[in-house]
Antibody, heavy 119, light 110 residues
Framework: QVQLVQSGTEVKMPGASVRVSCKAS????????MHWVRQAPGQGPEWLGI????????TYAQNFQGRITVTRDTSTSTVYLDLSSLTSEDTAVYYC????????????WGQGTLVTVSS | EIVLTQSPGTLSLSPGERATLSCRAS???????LAWYQQKPGQAPRLVIY???IRATGIPDRFSGSGSGTDFTLTINRLEPEDFAVYYC???????????FGQGTKLEIK
């Protein structure tokens, strides 16, 4: 079955960078979009960005432009989120989520990765 | 940029009752782009409805979605104990391209 498995909890100092991974199984990664969404404690989800199927590139939310990079390694069926210049406001659970191209909804989601930014 | 406003913030009902959750967009949106998710504590969101009215795979038929333009509704008939959760609506905005979530409605047991 389709499954997204994310890397484990991260604790980072302010100003540092974090990399979160999302390993896909049960389908061909290259044929689907993959998104990153985060959720701060007690808040609703917030979309960060997308790496599109095939070679169609990436799009990032304007609030994160310049400090977010999403990449894909098809040999390991893994998508990566890199987020730099972390502040305490980046403390959240980060999710990867699959989109069928042009569907505009997310299914399934990874289990989530808690990133805590604290000095 | 589209803003999605969900109401009520919290809905207290008993099992067996009907829940009606609202999602209002700040401007008219395509029904194709409207989805609903269920989230339980400590879990990732789960797709419930997409295209405003289409149930996702495995979702019971007591869940239904409706609406168009700026007003969308998620209805849950005959509430079961496992339905109590937070529900989010989500929309795709084309300019700039981004995916937007509402702030959520918490459905709690009365």
């Amino acid at each position: 079955q389709v499954q997204l498995v994310q890397s484990g909890t991260e604790v980072k100092m302010p100003g540092a960078s974090v990399r979160v991974s999302c390993k896909a199984s049960g389908y061909a990664l290259i044929n689907y979009h993959m998104h990153w969404v985060r959720q701060a404690p007690g808040q609703g989800p917030e979309w960060l960005g997308i790496i599109k199927s095939g070679g169609d590139g990436t799009t990032y939310a304007q609030n994160f432009q310049g400090r977010i990079t999403v990449t894909r390694d098809t040999s390991t069926s893994t998508v990566y989120l890199d987020l730099s210049s972390l502040t305490s406001e980046d403390t959240a659970v980060y999710y990867c989520a699959r989109e069928i191209p042009s569907a505009y909804w997310f299914d399934p989601w990874g289990q989530g990765t808690l990133v805590t930014v604290s000095s | 940029e589209i803003v999605l406003t969900q109401s009520p913030g919290t809905l207290s009902l008993s099992p067996g009752e009907r829940a009606t959750l609202s999602c209002r967009a700040s401007q008219s949106v395509s029904s194709t782009y409207l989805a609903w998710y269920q989230q339980k504590p400590g879990q990732a969101p789960r797709l419930v409805i997409y295209g405003a009215s289409i149930r996702a795979t495995g979702i019971p038929d007591r869940f239904s979605g409706s609406g168009s333009g700026t007003d969308f509704t998620l209805t849950i008939n005959r509430l079961e104990p496992e339905d109590f959760a937070v529900y989010y609506c989500q929309q795709y905005d084309t300019s700039p391209p981004m995916y937007i979530f509402g702030q959520g409605t918490k459905l709690e047991i009365k």
